[in-house]
T-cell receptor, first 114, second 110 residues
Framework: DAGVIQSPRHEVTEMGQEVTLRCKPI?????LFWYRQTMMRGLELLIY????????DSGMPEDRFSAKMPNASFSTLKIQPSEPRDSAVYFC????????????FGPGTRLLVL | RKEVEQDPGPFNVPEGATVAFNCTYS??????FFWYRQDCRKEPKLLMS???SGNEDGRFTAQLNRASQYISLLIRDSKLSDSATYLC???????????FGGGTRLMVKP
């Protein structure tokens, strides 16, 4: 059974460029979460979806960040334009009402903005 | 004040030692508690849930003190493979959201 899938695994880009991160949750899971992890701030929740609908985006740092979930098996996190301070590991996680809030994380995307 | 606070460590212990981590949380309405483990350059993975009555899974014991808003994790007979960062996690502030502590780093030495 495949876990959460994220792509790309690594991304190096230049300041000002658009970055798109992708996530495929575990089949049957109805919650999807986007996190960002840095040494300074730890693991921070950016946004989460329930049944493809954004529920809480209060963690999205600013308008440069946007997330979509067009269907139950795909979500994107977009940064436009990217800045060096966006460099971090971005994790996607999914969970099901039946798993009592246990979240399963993808392997993450390591983003470096030069 | 952070919502979930942990000592970042590192805790350096020899193989076979017993080590304990603590964490405090600020949201008294939290109902679910977990310990996640994160290996270097990997994703966090659920280690164990924490129940009010306390629970044990092999060498790992987790306890919850709701009155003091305090969670603990005890690892007995430490193995080299236990070296990782341990994240204290509580549910909230709403729905299926989880709030993660900053993690406690454990290094088990031969």
């Amino acid at each position: 059974d495949a876990g959460v899938i994220q792509s790309p695994r690594h991304e190096v880009t230049e300041m000002g460029q658009e970055v798109t991160l992708r996530c495929k949750p575990i089949s049957g899971h109805d919650y999807l979460f986007w996190y960002r992890q840095t040494m300074m701030r730890g693991l921070e929740l950016l946004i989460y979806f329930n049944n493809n609908v954004p529920i809480d985006d209060s963690g999205m740092p600013e308008d440069r960040f946007s997330a979509k979930m067009p269907n139950a098996s795909f979500s994107t996190l977009k940064i436009q334009p990217s800045e060096p301070r966006d460099s971090a590991v971005y994790f996607c996680a999914s969970s099901s009402q039946n798993t009592q809030e246990t979240q399963y994380f993808g392997p993450g995307t390591r983003l470096l903005v030069l | 004040r952070k919502e979930v606070e942990q000592d970042p460590g590192p805790f350096n212990v020899p193989e076979g030692a017993t080590v304990a981590f603590n964490c405090t949380y600020s949201n008294s309405a939290s109902q679910s508690f977990f310990w996640y483990r994160q290996d270097c350059r990997k994703e966090p993975k659920l280690l164990m849930s924490v129940y009010s009555s306390g629970n044990e899974d092999g060498r790992f014991t987790a306890q919850l003190n709701r009155a003091s808003q305090y969670i603990s994790l005890l690892i007995r007979d430490s193995k080299l493979s236990d070296s990782a960062t341990y994240l204290c996690v509580v549910n909230g502030p709403a729905g299926n959201m989880l709030t993660f502590g900053g993690g406690t780093r454990l290094m088990v030495k031969p």
